[in-house]
């Protein structure tokens, strides 16, 4: 009996991914198919018009327009940036440390502290940024009241927060690779723009992966910015899936609708990261 | 004065207080193998990472054909480097491999294939041109490391411990076949290891290196006869060096080292001797003649341990003071021996200054002193 070792080796951690992940997904699946009032009960089967109203709903397309912007827009740049000081603060420079530390301090910093911080700077009448932006010329930007720049406004607030984090595990997978690999090319004839896009790139690759992948499903899930900065306005402006599910589900307490948005949020979800690893492991 | 391929003038490298390199000088001449060896710490590698640019030089200057190098970043030096551990580049093919300095060095796309290809042939690993470093052996990626090295045409090689990581069989024949390859390709080459085996089979020239400094250096069998001092001594021996206390005894114009194990006439010794003094004396093993016909000799020493290598049997006796050790042909070992007696006639003796360590000199016994 062999065979069934591995089987009973994996039941733990699988009875605890039925009870905490699986289970509550289906449930997920068969509230989407009902009409659920406020107490427990499932309420009348309704099979898939909860979808099909969704899926008419141009506000649901918008928002999640919006949600795909935002996370194609912002996790490519903050990693961008991230790598940026990354290899800045993998140089042997003095006082490198303090850098690292006060790069990776918003990542701690909670996100209604910074939430203020950045509703305290973005504002309209006199923020800092406004301010600073006036003493070269600039603005000022009708940052969180005009409905083309507030989504914007918060990619700036989350790349902010997030580049810290993503800066670290660069600096990690910067500071694991091999040393003489970077030395030969240097030997063969490299140049550090060409040794950046010839070596470290390409052998940063599973850094740059892992980092899409935890970068992605983190920006889909965006709810916190929006739910305390502009409740998805102006007009709906920064509405995104997480936000438009938790309207759907405990405004307008529509449970069934609130399911169904977050299996199709779900699925996109994993669609994207399929294609993420099929294109990594080409 | 022909200007030599490299040369070293008062090279010197420092971490803070601690000096890495005592300032040095060397010469290497053009399509000469040079051997630098010595024990990890000795600063061998990193006289080696200076010449290559990944390391700045401190004090002196490094000259290639005459130029300074330290002006020139390593990425226009025209210098070849093999690692240690290969430092393949792993996301690439053997031929990505061998192609990227090449393309780097502005070959177009035909001259590149063309080299690649014949640095492939010579090295026997056209069929690995598209695997990647990952899928094929060490011994090959160390092939793959050398034909990435060589298909650039480069005027100097570098090459740190690039055998220390294979298995010893294939270590063999990728050290013969890196003399052949120097041989035929007739680039200056600069060796660093920490084994004298590949230091005496690969250098033409080689230089002792500890704590920083040239101990000696020329070529590895006048090294060998002839070391500079205990350290080169100890580190030219296998499996080590015999140090004795001994006293020269001068009579009539030849002189007797005396030793625990024996006394050595030494017939010709040089005039600058001091006159009577205590000196160390180092036999390496194979360089101690030994009888068992213990009846026959005045003294003799007990066997405490023998280790059969194969061809040569280690025997290992018992002196008042210390063990010495001695290497000799497996079929001139009998069975039974329990003792052996030292036959100083025909012996190689090394002599050094007692407090300094420099080598007094070095003779080969006369008869019975």
């Not at chain 2, 094929?136 to 490391?145: D, F, K, L, N």
Request: aromatic share 10%.
């Amino acid at each position: 009996m062999t065979s069934a070792r591995p089987y009973l080796y994996l039941a733990p951690t699988l009875a605890v991914l039925a009870a905490f992940t699986y289970f509550p997904l289906a449930r997920l699946a068969e509230l989407s198919l009902h009409a659920p009032g406020i107490g427990t009960s499932l309420g009348p089967w309704i099979g898939f018009s909860a979808y099909s109203t969704l899926f008419a709903n141009p506000l649901f397309w918008r928002v999640a327009g919006q949600t795909l912007l935002y996370v194609f827009a912002s996790v490519p740049i903050a990693m961008a940036i991230a790598l940026a000081l990354a290899l800045l603060l993998d140089q042997p420079l003095r006082g490198v440390g303090v850098f690292r530390v006060l790069y990776y301090t918003p990542v701690v910093m909670p996100t209604v502290a910074v939430a203020a911080l950045a509703l305290w700077m973005f504002n309209a009448n006199g923020g800092i940024i406004d301010y600073l932006l006036h003493a070269i010329g600039i603005g000022p930007v009708p940052w969180l009241v005009d409905g083309a720049w507030a989504l914007p406004t918060l990619m700036i607030v989350a790349v902010w927060k997030n580049v810290g984090y993503y800066m670290i595990i660069y600096l990690a997978g910067l500071q694991s690779l091999p040393r003489a690999v970077l030395d030969a090319a240097r030997l063969d004839g490299a140049r550090p723009i060409a040794r950046f896009f010839t070596i470290t790139l390409p052998l940063l690759r599973p850094t740059t992966f892992f980092l899409a992948v935890v970068a992605l499903i983190g920006s889909f899930q965006v709810f916190d910015f929006v739910n305390l900065m502009t409740q998805g306005g102006p007009s709906n402006a920064t509405n995104v899936l997480v936000y438009f599910a938790y309207q759907n589900g405990f405004e307008y307490v529509q449970l069934g609708m609130a399911a169904a948005i977050s299996l199709v949020m779900f699925a996109m979800v994993l669609m994207i990261l399929g294609a993420l690893a099929w294109a990594f492991n080409r | 004065m022909i200007e030599p391929a490299l040369r070293f003038a008062g090279v010197g490298k420092s971490y803070g207080s601690a000096r890495i390199l005592e300032d040095l000088d060397l010469e290497i001449a053009e399509g000469e193998f040079f051997v630098l060896l010595g024990p990890s710490g000795c600063g061998k590698t990193t006289l080696l990472r200076m010449t290559a640019g990944l390391q700045t030089i401190d004090r002196g200057e490094i000259f290639l054909r005459g130029a300074p190098l330290s002006p020139i970043p390593p990425e226009r030096r025209n210098i070849a480097m093999v690692f240690q551990d290969y430092a393949l580049y792993p996301h690439m093919t053997v031929y990505g491999n061998m192609a990227f300095g090449l393309r780097r060095h502005g070959h177009d796309r035909t001259e590149t294939d063309a080299r690649v290809r014949r640095t492939a042939a010579l090295l026997g690993i056209e069929p690995l041109l598209d695997r990647r470093p990952h899928q094929i052996s060490g011994g090959q990626q160390q092939r793959v490391a050398l034909g990435r090295a060589i298909a650039r045409d480069p005027v100097l090689y570098l090459m740190d411990e690039p055998l220390s990581n294979l298995d010893a069989q294939v270590r063999a024949s990728v050290r013969t076949e890196i003399k052949e390859l120097q041989r035929r390709l007739g680039v200056t080459t600069l060796y660093v290891t920490h084994d004298q085996v590949e230091a005496m089979t690969l250098g033409d020239r080689m230089a002792v290196l500890n704590d920083g400094a040239i101990q000696q250096a020329g070529r590895p069998i006048d090294i060998y006869r002839e070391p500079a001092n205990e350290f080169v001594a100890r580190f030219l021996a296998t499996p080590r060096l015999n140090l004795l206390e001994g006293t020269l005894e001068h009579s009539n114009g030849s002189i007797v080292v005396r030793t625990p194990v024996g006394a050595f006439a030494w017939t010709q010794p040089p005039r600058s001797l001091p006159a009577t003094a205590k000196v160390r004396v180092g036999m390496r093993p194979e360089e101690i003649k030994i009888s068992f016909d213990v009846a026959a000799a005045g003294a003799s020493l007990p066997i405490r341990l023998i280790e059969t290598l194969g061809s040569q049997v280690l025997v290992f006796a018992d002196f008042d003071g210390g063990e010495l050790t001695v290497s000799i042909p497996a079929d001139a070992m009998p069975h039974d021996a329990q003792r052996i007696a030292i036959v100083p006639s025909g012996s190689i003796v090394h002599v050094f200054d007692h407090a300094g360590g420099a080598a007094l000199g070095h003779f080969v016994a006369g008869g019975e002193g």
